[in-house]
């Protein structure tokens, strides 16, 4: 059969409604224009993100009864050590109610004014925390990972002359940790090889500088790498992953991406002293270093999601879904990142809306489009999100304009998508009619949360 089917029934379902074009369209005004201040339940479809969004299976809502809640050393707790060491093989674990609390104990405790972190391409919350702290977030993504019409397999690889560069600009006393983010999120979800992580490790460890692995989305990474990296195609995505952790010195998780659960994170690292100056500030922050601001429920759920994201028929049918999705956005062609990514579909703004120069933010009218015709919610990654200024101020363009439709995990079937290709279609037919945007509120981190835009006339 060539049909790759979902690899599960459905036990409970969700209703949803669908407001209409009108409502949306007072909807977003209310908003300002920002799709992040709309209410959930006014969405139809909701691709803003693919974070703790995701289904839980049967195993993982029955392992949340077997949760244990004493404080310290739950029976929980152990189980979630047993499971992130088995696929990490790392020594100390340190569980984190979500990826940028690890990455806040991770900046505030080695990173100091002035410091360098360089990686493929940081996500937001990550080039916050370092930012937050005085450090310097350098993204050293290869060059074909800029090109949107590039089809290289491993687009979110680093660019390894780069780092070198980097290290010697620098110095290594600069440079607390090198990080690379499996998969490379903000550059369009793309694929990471093994080959390029284990040469950043030879590198960096030629100056003695430890590596740390944003491994969000570790699994979809295996598959990938499963697929497309020569001489991986007969080992598990178990394997595969744990090959990839062993050049970590360090992680940090989100397992609201590949834990498959609702909420949670980790920290993890083999160095003895990094994992006590971490504890004392997870106790601060998160909670005794058995639980970390997480239920012992919670640990139950990640501990079988973990595993769930490392199924290969898991894998290929969340694969095959985004492959879906692209087929028919090419069709009616629609540009979009190449090849596909893990977790998302990335609409090209830049291109699908070429009358709008980059500081009004093409990214924002393709977003506010797909609200007014479908109700989808997306979001942009570009110009607003990475916010960049110069020494004087100045707003500077982000290279790429991306919309994303992320992708919740075993959430959406296959009539969701029809009905997301034909809003996609119909944003592609009016595209001429599309505004740019201009921001008249925003904050200094994170601008994208919670500014407001309004519309600039054409
Ligand atoms: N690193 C990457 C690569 C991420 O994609 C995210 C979250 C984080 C770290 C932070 O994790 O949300 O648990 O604190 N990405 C979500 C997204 C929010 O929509 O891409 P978190």
Not at 68 to 88: L, P
Not at 361 to 383: D, K, M
């Amino acid at each position: 059969m060539k049909t790759i089917m979902e690899p599960f029934r459905i036990k409970t379902t969700e209703s949803m409604k669908i407001i209409s074009k009108k409502e949306r369209i007072k909807a977003l005004e209310k908003a300002r224009q920002n799709v992040f201040l709309l209410n959930a339940e006014d969405c139809a479809i909701d691709l803003l993100t693919d974070s703790g969004t995701g289904a839980m299976s049967t195993k993982q809502w029955a392992a949340i009864m077997l949760g244990d809640e004493s404080y310290a050393g739950s029976k929980s707790w152990k189980r979630f050590e047993k499971t992130v060491q088995n696929i990490t093989d790392i020594k100390h674990i340190l569980p984190t109610h979500q990826g940028r609390a690890a990455e806040a104990i991770l900046a505030q405790t080695l990173i100091k004014k002035g410091d360098v972190i360089p990686n493929n391409s940081h996500f937001d919350t990550t080039r916050a925390n370092i930012e937050y702290v005085g450090g310097i977030a350098e993204n050293l993504l290869c060059k074909e990972g800029l090109d949107t019409n590039n089809v290289s397999p491993f687009k979110g690889n680093m660019d390894i002359e780069q780092l070198k560069q980097c290290i010697e600009n620098h110095g290594k006393d600069k440079i607390p940790f090198a990080m690379i983010t499996v998969t490379n999120n903000t550059g369009g979800g793309q694929a990471v090889s093994m080959a390029n992580i284990k040469e950043i490790k030879q590198v960096v460890s030629q100056y003695g500088i430890p590596l740390v692995i944003d491994c969000c989305r570790f699994a979809e990474n295996a598959y990938f790498i499963h697929e497309r990296e020569k001489g991986y195609s007969d080992m598990s995505l178990l394997e595969i992953a744990q090959e990839m952790f062993s050049y970590a010195d360090a992680a940090t998780m989100s397992c609201k991406k590949d834990g498959l659960a609702n909420i949670g994170g980790f920290l993890i690292c083999n160095d003895d002293t990094w994992a006590e100056n971490f504890r004392n500030l997870l106790i601060i922050r998160e909670g005794f270093p058995t639980y970390g601001g997480l239920a012992g429920r919670d640990l139950e759920a990640i501990a079988v999601g973990l595993m769930e994201a490392l199924e290969f028929d898991y894998q290929r049918y969340r694969h095959a879904t985004i492959q879906y999705l692209s087929n028919n956005l090419d069709e009616i062609g629609v540009p979009i990142v190449r090849p596909n990514g893990g977790h998302a579909v990335f609409l090209d703004a830049k291109k699908i809306l070429p009358h709008i120069p980059a500081l009004q933010y093409p990214g924002i009218g393709v977003v506010n489009a797909l609200y007014i015709e479908g109700g989808v919610r997306a979001v942009e990654l570009g110009s607003v999100m990475f916010g960049q200024f110069d020494e004087n101020g100045t707003e500077l363009a982000s290279p790429l304009d991306l919309v994303r439709l992320a992708l919740p995990r075993r959430v959406y079937t296959q009539s969701h998508f029809d009905y997301l290709v034909e809003v996609i279609k119909e944003v592609w037919n009016k595209k001429d009619q599309i505004p740019g945007y201009k921001i008249t509120y925003q904050t200094k981190f994170l601008r994208h949360f919670t500014c407001h835009f309004e519309k600039i006339s054409q």
